[in-house]
């Protein structure tokens, strides 16, 4: 009766494999690698094509002796190691320190252990493949040259008992390099705006939350952006450069929707929200000021260039000029320490624009030079 003799990786695989192919099959272990370059030198010829030298590893002697007597009874032999790049190295292995060349030797390989996928395999045995083999060695070899050569160059100049590696050393770098990146970050203000969409035909409300435009994300910035657009109206020219103004900033979303549902009532204008912006700027100036409209007018066009430089949109809402004076608006513009003396002429309602649609000349022709 012909004997086979199946090799595998692990010793847990033997007894189920043996149970699947019957009693003419021997399937024994290796215990892994039973070769690999030596500990105590380099092992890699580097003036000769880096040609790896290969020993023996301890303590694997007896398991090749073993599997040595059981090839001598078999007349074939299949390598069942594991079907990756090292178990296809360990299956050359074994051939080269069982000296397997003369015997019938085949290379199966199954990815579960069932009696249908250990049966295939061994319909579909072929050779060992040596592009496998020799991407575990580069690897392997690598591996070695990198970690006995660099590693005594940091105990030499930075601390003894360090060790370099061809994976470890790169992903220590990633990591120190991300390290400094969480160190010198400096943390931002940011907004998030939301908004609550309820969908026909959906029960449940939907959430969506700003991204941006449609080219790019956009994040609501710090305060500080905001106190450079005011500063901007600060800045504008007024009449004798008296500088009666005053400015008051909002962003409490309930506010601003306050004072727009309060406008839109008195203007009987439904869902009237002005743009849905995220601040609000009202210049306000004394109603004796003779300039106060020019004044104010000045501010707000430098609000908006202030507000474009930073990619921030703008518009102008003059809705609240025409109901300043009712008694409800002037109790919210009060709350807000708006004096009563004070007139408001514009607001800048200031956010990101859904769209950046291209700007052109409205009135061609308007222009006349007298030279």
């Given at each position: 009766?012909?004997?086979y003799?199946?090799?595998?990786?692990?010793?847990?695989?033997?007894?189920?494999?043996?149970?699947?192919?019957?009693?003419?099959?021997?399937?024994?272990?290796?215990?892994?690698?039973?070769?690999?370059?030596?500990?105590?030198?380099?092992?890699?010829?580097?003036e000769?094509?880096?040609?790896?030298?290969?020993?023996?590893?301890?303590?694997?002697?007896?398991?090749?002796?073993?599997?040595?007597?059981?090839?001598?009874?078999?007349?074939?032999?299949?390598?069942a190691?594991?079907?990756?790049?090292?178990?296809?190295?360990?299956s050359?292995?074994?051939?080269?320190a069982?000296?397997?060349?003369?015997?019938k030797?085949?290379?199966i390989?199954f990815?579960?252990?069932?009696?249908?996928a250990?049966?295939a395999s061994?319909k579909?045995a072929?050779?060992i493949?040596?592009?496998?083999?020799?991407?575990?060695q580069?690897?392997?070899?690598?591996?070695?040259?990198?970690?006995?050569?660099?590693?005594?160059?940091?105990?030499a100049?930075?601390?003894?008992?360090l060790?370099?590696?061809?994976?470890?050393?790169?992903?220590l770098?990633?990591?120190?390099?991300?390290?400094?990146?969480?160190?010198?970050?400096i943390?931002?203000?940011?907004?998030?705006?939301?908004?609550?969409l309820k969908?026909?035909?959906?029960?449940?409300?939907?959430?969506?939350?700003?991204?941006?435009?449609?080219?790019?994300?956009?994040?609501?910035?710090?305060?500080?952006?905001?106190?450079?657009?005011?500063?901007?109206?600060?800045?504008?020219p007024?009449?004798?450069?008296?500088?009666?103004?005053?400015?008051?900033?909002?962003?409490?979303?309930?506010?601003?929707q306050k004072?727009?549902?309060?406008?839109?009532k008195?203007?009987?204008?439904e869902?009237?929200?002005?743009?849905?912006?995220?601040?609000?700027?009202?210049?306000?100036?004394?109603?004796d000021?003779?300039?106060?409209?020019?004044?104010?007018a000045?501010?707000?066009?430098n609000?908006?260039?202030?507000?474009?430089?930073?990619?921030?949109?703008?518009?102008?809402?003059n809705?609240?000029?025409?109901?300043?004076?009712?008694?409800?608006?002037?109790?919210?513009?009060?709350?807000?320490?708006?004096p009563?003396?004070?007139?408001?002429?514009?607001i800048a309602?200031?956010g990101?624009?859904?769209a950046?649609?291209?700007?052109?000349?409205?009135?061609?022709?308007?222009?006349?030079?007298?030279?």
């Amino acid at each position: 009766m012909a004997r086979y003799l199946v090799i595998v990786e692990s010793p847990a695989k033997v007894k189920t494999i043996k149970k699947f192919l019957g009693s003419n099959y021997v399937v024994t272990a290796s215990n892994g690698h039973v070769r690999d370059l030596p500990k105590s030198q380099l092992g890699v010829d580097v003036e000769h094509d880096y040609e790896p030298k290969y020993i023996t590893i301890r303590g694997k002697g007896e398991i090749l002796a073993n599997l040595r007597k059981e090839v001598k009874k078999a007349d074939k032999v299949y390598l069942a190691t594991d079907p990756d790049r090292e178990g296809e190295a360990i299956s050359w292995h074994l051939s080269q320190a069982l000296k397997l060349e003369n015997k019938k030797t085949y290379r199966i390989s199954f990815n579960e252990i069932t009696k249908n996928a250990v049966k295939a395999s061994l319909k579909n045995a072929r050779e060992i493949d040596m592009d496998l083999v020799d991407a575990q060695q580069a690897r392997r070899v690598l591996d070695r040259i990198v970690g006995y050569r660099i590693s005594p160059l940091l105990w030499a100049k930075v601390k003894r008992g360090l060790s370099a590696g061809r994976v470890q050393s790169v992903a220590l770098r990633i990591i120190a390099d991300r390290e400094e990146e969480i160190n010198a970050f400096i943390p931002e203000e940011y907004w998030t705006l939301d908004a609550n969409l309820k969908v026909e035909g959906e029960k449940k409300i939907l959430t969506a939350k700003f991204y941006g435009t449609e080219k790019k994300k956009m994040t609501i910035r710090s305060k500080e952006e905001l106190e450079q657009i005011v500063q901007a109206g600060l800045y504008a020219p007024s009449g004798h450069n008296y500088q009666t103004w005053k400015f008051t900033v909002v962003t409490s979303k309930e506010e601003i929707q306050k004072l727009a549902e309060m406008i839109g009532k008195k203007l009987k204008r439904e869902h009237y929200d002005m743009y849905q912006p995220q601040v609000l700027l009202i210049p306000s100036n004394k109603k004796d000021n003779p300039h106060a409209m020019e004044d104010n007018a000045c501010a707000l066009e430098n609000i908006f260039l202030a507000a474009h430089s930073f990619g921030v949109g703008s518009v102008w809402i003059n809705q609240l000029r025409d109901v300043c004076e009712e008694k409800e608006i002037r109790e919210i513009l009060r709350g807000w320490e708006i004096p009563d003396d004070h007139q408001v002429f514009g607001i800048a309602a200031l956010g990101y624009a859904k769209a950046h649609p291209k700007q052109e000349v409205k009135k061609i022709g308007t222009v006349h030079y007298v030279e």
